[in-house]
């Protein structure tokens, strides 16, 4: 048990007896040149890449950019409308703009493509995550689809989407149509 404590009290006692209180002597100035032999400055690339908040941009939204979703069918007398909601799940900001295509897909004759609204269409810039929506109005009828075939607009693949609102009115050749597609536009809904 003594050689325990004695080895750390030995080495305190050492150190301390190296140490001095009184005032050392003056040592002559000496004048100490360094020189150093030429060298070459390698800059090495960063080990990771920097992350941005702002995620890079894409140009327009095709259909693996953003995912449709029927959010929301009213119910009220005269028109209803059912909205689609677009979420970009891509890693990359993209745009939507103008009118995608709506075809409802049910008994023969089949498929009933919806005309365009006359609203003016404005860009929709949709960062990953954001959403836009399409709205459908359409008029209640006897002719009953079962699914709702949407393309985003300037693309050509389609997403196939089950029918939620209950009977149509088709109006395949009627000048100002009841049943129609408007503009993509901002936000989750209207």
């Known amino acids: 048990m003594r050689v325990q404590w004695f080895i750390p009290v030995a080495l305190t006692t050492a150190v301390l ?4 209180t009184g005032t050392p002597a003056a040592a002559p100035p000496t004048t100490v040149t360094v020189t150093a032999p030429p060298s070459t400055v390698t800059v090495a690339p960063p080990t990771s ?3 941005s908040s702002v995620a890079p941009a894409k140009g327009k939204c095709a259909l693996t950019d953003v995912r449709p979703q029927v959010t929301l069918t009213t119910g009220e007398a005269g028109q209803r409308h059912t909205t689609v909601t677009w979420t970009n799940v891509s890693g990359s ?3 939507m703009f103008g009118f995608g295509g709506v075809d409802l897909d049910g008994p023969p004759p089949s498929p009933y493509s919806l005309p ?3 609203v003016a269409p404005q ?3 949709l960062a990953p995550g954001e959403k836009a929506h399409t709205v459908i109005t359409w008029l209640p009828g006897d002719w009953t689809p079962t699914k709702l075939v949407i393309t985003p607009p300037d693309e050509t693949h389609s ?3 089950d029918w939620p609102g209950g009977g149509v009115l ?3 050749g009627a000048t100002r149509p009841g049943t129609y597609i408007g503009p993509v536009e901002a936000g989750a809904s209207a």
């Open 17 to 20: 007896a190296g140490c001095s």
């Open 49 to 51: 890449t920097p992350t």
């Open 93 to 95: 900001v993209c745009t």
């Open 116 to 118: 365009r609204s006359s």
């Open 123 to 125: 860009t929709v810039r």
């Open 159 to 161: 997403a196939v989407l």
């Open 170 to 172: 088709r109006q395949d």
